[in-house]
C-alpha cells in the first residue's frame, strides 16, 4: 500500500516514449515543455543533473498543469523529498538502495526505481514496486535481456532507457513488459543550445506516430 496521489501504471499509460531532459537554464523549461507537449508528448522527465532542475521541475508544474512532469536522477530520500516539494508527479531513479525504496513508499509521488539485473528487480518486487525502469538497456542486454527477465517474473513491467533511439524503440516496444521507452534523443543539447524547439516537436511527433 502507499499514498502516491497517482499510480505508476497511470505514469507508463501517458505515451509510448519519455523524453529525458537536461536542462541548464530555468528560462528553457517553458519552451522545452511546450514544445513536446505540442508534438504530442505529455510525460517529462526532468534530470537532477543539472543546478537548476529543482527550479525548472517546479516552474513547469506551476506553468502547465496539463504535463505530467516527473523528476529523473532520483538517487535518494532527500532529493525525493526535494522533487515532490517542487511539485513533481512522479520521480525515476536510475538504481535502487533499500532507503530509496522504503522513502518512495511513505512518499506522495510514484517513484520507478531503476533495475539492471535480477536481484534488484527481486528487492524491487519485495518493497511492492512492480513499475521499474531498466538502465542502461542497450549496454545491460537490450530486448535480449528483458525478454529473458519476462520469463520468471512476467508481472513486472518496464520502462527502459539508456541507448534508445528512433532506429530501436520500436523493438523495446513490441515486448510485452516493456509500457513506454525513455531516452533523451527526444530533446538534443544542439537543439536546446540553438533554442531550436522545433526540433523537438518534430521529434516527438515522429516517435508517438508508431
Ligand atoms: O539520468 C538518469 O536518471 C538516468 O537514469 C539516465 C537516463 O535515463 C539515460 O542516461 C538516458 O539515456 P540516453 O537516452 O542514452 O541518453
Avoid at 522545452?32 to 543539472?50: F, W, Y
Avoid at 525504496?101 to 506522495?108: H, P, Q
Wanted: hydrophobic fraction near 45%.
Amino acid at each position: 500500500m502507499n499514498n502516491w496521489k497517482i499510480s505508476s501504471a497511470e505514469v507508463f499509460s501517458q505515451g509510448p516514449v519519455v523524453p529525458v531532459l537536461v536542462i541548464e537554464n530555468v528560462e528553457d523549461a517553458i519552451p522545452i515543455a511546450e514544445a513536446l507537449l505540442e508534438g504530442g508528448i505529455s510525460v517529462l522527465e526532468v534530470t537532477l543533473r543539472t543546478q537548476s532542475a529543482i527550479e525548472i521541475i517546479q516552474k513547469i508544474a506551476d506553468n502547465i498543469p496539463e504535463a505530467y512532469i516527473g523528476a529523473g536522477t532520483v538517487t535518494n530520500r532527500e532529493q525525493l523529498k526535494l522533487v515532490t516539494d517542487a511539485g513533481a508527479k512522479f520521480a525515476i531513479s536510475p538504481g535502487l538502495t533499500a532507503d530509496l525504496l522504503a522513502a518512495g513508499k511513505e512518499g506522495t509521488i510514484p517513484l520507478i526505481p531503476g533495475i539492471s539485473n535480477i536481484s534488484d528487480l527481486m528487492k524491487a518486487n519485495d518493497a511492492g514496486y512492480d513499475h521499474l525502469k531498466f538502465f542502461p538497456a542497450e549496454a545491460a542486454g537490450g530486448t535480449k535481456t528483458l525478454k529473458s527477465i519476462g520469463g520468471p517474473f512476467p508481472n513486472t513491467v518496464f520502462c527502459p532507457t539508456g541507448g534508445i533511439s528512433l532506429s530501436n524503440y520500436k523493438e523495446y516496444l513490441a515486448l510485452p513488459n516493456v509500457r513506454c521507452v525513455g531516452g533523451s534523443w527526444l530533446a538534443p543539447n544542439e537543439a536546446i543550445e540553438n533554442k531550436d524547439w522545433k526540433v523537438l516537436t518534430d521529434l516527438a511527433n515522429e516517435a508517438i506516430r508508431l
